[in-house]
């Protein structure tokens, strides 16, 4: 099984995640209502087992939620993915959400990248801050080792360019990590 494990204490957060790139029971607990929403819809679409649950300094604002959330979750997600090897290792897809869309490409090639071109239109989506959905994503994208390209052209609800971005990652990654054919690693090089 592609699974991991991790543990992750702060003076601003403590975070526990466990997730199988296999499948398997899904259980998210943030203290962010539509995060929590978010990253269910995410492990579902991927077809990923998560069990994630953060306790933040919600009092402060979103941020050291978001940003230490997508540092385990990255940083599991890329114990679970081990060497990178025996993977497609590529994935793009492109999600509609009413008037939204959210096109994303990926690498899992060790080499964290983050483009995020997404202009979203309001502020606030319920109880959660636009403002750290990047945030969010550039940590998850360097601790995983993935480059990860977000383009939302366009879209004038945030909760559904948001939810857009948090399919269509999903589905790329769900792509990328389909077990190849030989078990090789796709480079010339041989190693990733």
Not at 116 to 135: M, P, R, S, W
């Amino acid at each position: 099984m592609r699974d991991a494990k991790i543990e992750r204490n702060t003076k601003e957060t403590q975070i526990k995640c466990s997730i199988c790139l296999d499948g398997g029971e899904i259980d998210v607990k943030t203290g962010i209502g539509f995060f929590d929403h978010m990253i269910i819809a995410f492990a579902h679409h991927a077809g990923f087992g998560l069990k994630l649950d953060v306790k933040g300094d919600l009092e402060v604002d979103n941020h050291h939620t978001a940003e230490d959330t997508g540092i385990v979750l990255g940083t599991a997600f890329k114990k679970a993915i081990g060497d990178f090897s025996g993977i497609e290792r590529y994935g793009s897809f492109s999600i509609p959400m009413d008037e939204s869309l959210a096109n994303v490409s990926l690498d899992l090639s060790n080499r964290p990248f983050l483009v995020f071109n997404a202009k979203l239109a309001q502020e606030i989506c319920g109880d959660f801050e636009t403002a750290v959905c990047e945030e969010f994503w550039r940590a998850f994208a360097m601790n995983a080792g993935i480059t990860l390209h977000i383009n939302v052209p366009y879209g004038n609800n945030a909760h559904h360019q948001i939810e857009a971005i948090f399919k269509a990652v999903a589905h790329a990654l769900k792509i990328a990590v389909t077990p190849n054919a030989d078990g090789s690693t796709l480079s010339t090089k041989g190693v990733l």
